[in-house]
């Protein structure tokens, strides 16, 4: 049973760059979560996909945008990338039915220079 | 707003022995999940355990117990016989949103724990 994957590992970007990271869901979930991570705080919650919809949104300016495909895998675009972007992306999957599983990927390591 | 509290930033254990990570809610909603997880210097968060609010008994998961107390909002992690692996970031969290409504999680800053040989 896979669990859930992100690609790529790492990344480096040059400010003002676009970025597109990608977010396959464990399987049976269908709900896709994006947090950000920067060094040594918690994870922030960017904002959540159900039926290809973005359905909540945290704290985060429009540069951040996604999607959901009808396999239930996701992309998390970040526009004008900044020099604060740099940050470890974290995708959750769960199902839309429960609440109670909430498993996380291996995270993409962004660095912008 | 929801929000996450711990305050132990770090800790330290000898192997073997049982170790209590501390957290702290504050939420208004009747419905709430609380879970924690495990970070690695990897980064992958693992998930351990988790809690819902109208659970009636302490979850466990192995060497993880979580000591849930309602009244204190409080839902500490106890981690048994701790081994060496155990040495990781962990994070208490919270689901905000009522079930069926979303999932979002809030996070609290986290607790470093090292384990001694």
């Known amino acids: 049973d896979a669990g859930v994957t992100q690609s790529p590992t790492h990344l480096i970007k040059t400010r003002g760059q676009q970025v597109t990271l990608r977010c396959s869901p464990k399987s049976g979930h269908d709900t896709v979560s994006w947090y950000q991570q920067a060094l040594g705080q918690g994870p922030q919650f960017i904002f959540q996909?159900?039926?290809?919809?973005?359905?909540q949104r945290g704290n985060f300016p429009d540069r951040f945008s996604g999607h959901q495909f009808p396999n239930y895998s996701s992309e998390l675009n970040v526009n004008a990338l900044l020099l604060g972007d740099s940050a470890l992306y974290l995708c959750a999957s769960t199902s839309r039915g429960t609440g109670d599983e909430q498993y996380f990927g291996p995270g993409t390591r962004l660095t912008v220079t | 707003a929801q929000k996450i509290t711990q305050t132990q930033p770090g800790m330290f254990v000898q192997e073997k022995e049982a170790v209590t990570l501390d957290c702290t809610y504050d939420t208004s909603d009747p419905s709430y999940g609380l879970f924690w997880y495990k970070q690695p210097s990897s980064g992958e968060m693992i998930f351990l355990i988790y809690?819902?609010?109208?659970?009636?008994q302490n979850a466990t998961e192995g060497r993880y117990s979580l000591n849930f107390q309602k009244a204190r909002k409080s839902a500490n992690l106890v981690i048994s016989a701790s081994q060496l692996g155990d040495s990781a970031m962990y994070f208490c969290a919270m689901r905000e949103s009522p079930l069926g409504y979303g999932n979002k999680l809030v996070f609290g800053a986290g607790t470093i724990l090292r384990v001694k040989s």
């Open positions: 996909y159900y039926e290809e919809e973005e359905r």
């Open positions: 809690q819902g609010s109208y659970d009636q």
